[in-house]
């Protein structure tokens, strides 16, 4: 039986991808838009000085897309 992904496994996996090359509408196409933790669409929203990308997840967190720092985080 394979295991589920997990939130921070998927983050961990979309931050290589990014750092790969890829940029966030290919992630989002490829990975994010036909995943089983994903909830509907990113959402923008400002922390501070900078914008951030907030995926719903099934598990009632955000997978966080931080464009500045080139990762993605759970929250």
Request: charged share 25%.
């Amino acid at each position: 039986m394979v295991q589920a992904e997990k939130s921070l496994d998927l983050a961990r996996r979309c931050t290589d991808l990014l750092r790969g090359g890829n940029d966030f509408p290919t992630i989002w196409k490829t990975c994010l838009s036909l995943h089983p933790l994903v909830v509907g669409l990113p959402h923008q929203r400002l922390t501070g000085n900078s914008s951030v990308l907030d995926i719903k997840l099934m598990t009632g967190e955000r997978l966080v897309f931080h464009g500045d720092a080139r990762q993605f985080s759970v929250e």
